[in-house]
């Protein structure tokens, strides 16, 4: 049990472009969702809080217009890197919160390479 | 605000050797902590967590981790270690499974 999914895990894109991530809970239904970041050799940096049917809430430093969060059912969240940039090359990760385990979570993470 | 401490950035052990993990945290109630392990290129799959009650927790794989409030540490054990252990190692605190701070991590190399 407790199973996260991610959509795609791998996606190689052009400058400029939008890309969706998907992030499923595939055995529980998850009223909250996180979305992190991860550069090589460091440690996962929370970029936002995904609730359902209610706006993210973002962490300090990150661009709400730039990382779309939608989370229109309990068991989808996605994170849209909107106008991609080389810069937002990275490993994204989201996990999910089962609240009656009170525990999050992990997907295999996205690595997305902005050319 | 909540920290966590992994001071060793590497840690290198002989195959069936036993491992320690080091975790510190800072945190001003009563923390809930937890171990993930990442393999290279994947996503973080859950150890152990300690909530309450038992100090010591038991996890997947043979791991083992101790809570000790008076030192503020959770660190992470494992008698015997396998060639399949070699990841990273992070160590979490968060507050009612809501946001997790995680430590640097520490990355585990296991020597045949």
């Known amino acids: 049990g407790a199973v996260v999914s991610q959509h795609p895990s791998w996606v190689i894109c052009k400058s400029g472009t939008s890309v969706k991530i998907e992030c499923r809970s595939l055995d529980f239904q998850a009223t909250t969702m996180f979305w992190y970041r991860q550069f090589p050799k460091q440690s996962l940096m929370l970029m936002a809080t995904s609730n359902e049917g209610s706006k993210a809430t973002y962490e300090q430093g990150v661009e709400k217009d730039k990382f779309l969060i939608n989370h229109a059912s309990l068991t989808l969240s996605t994170l849209t890197v909107t106008s991609a940039h080389p810069e937002d090359s990275s490993f994204y990760i989201c996990?999910?919160?089962?609240?009656?385990?009170?525990?999050?979570?992990f997907g295999p993470g996205t690595r997305l390479l902005v050319l | 605000a909540q920290s966590v401490t992994q001071p060793d950035i590497h840690i290198t052990v002989s195959e069936g050797a036993s491992l320690e993990l080091r975790c510190n945290y800072s945190?001003?109630?009563?923390?809930?902590l937890f171990w993930y392990v990442q393999s290279p290129g994947q996503g973080l799959q859950l150890l152990l967590k300690?909530?309450?009650?038992?100090?010591l927790v038991q996890g997947i794989k043979g791991f083992e981790a101790e809570f000790k409030r008076s030192q503020s540490s959770f660190n992470l054990r494992k008698p015997s270690v396998h060639w399949s252990d070699a990841a990273e190692y992070f160590c979490?605190?968060?507050?009612?499974?809501?946001?997790?701070?995680f430590g640097a991590g520490t990355i585990l190399r296991v020597k045949s």
């Open positions: 996990s999910a919160r089962d609240n009656w385990r009170e525990t999050q979570y």
């Open positions: 979490a605190v968060g507050e009612y499974g809501n946001k997790l701070v």
């Open positions: 945190y001003g109630a009563t923390p809930y």
């Open positions: 300690y909530f309450s009650g038992d100090t």
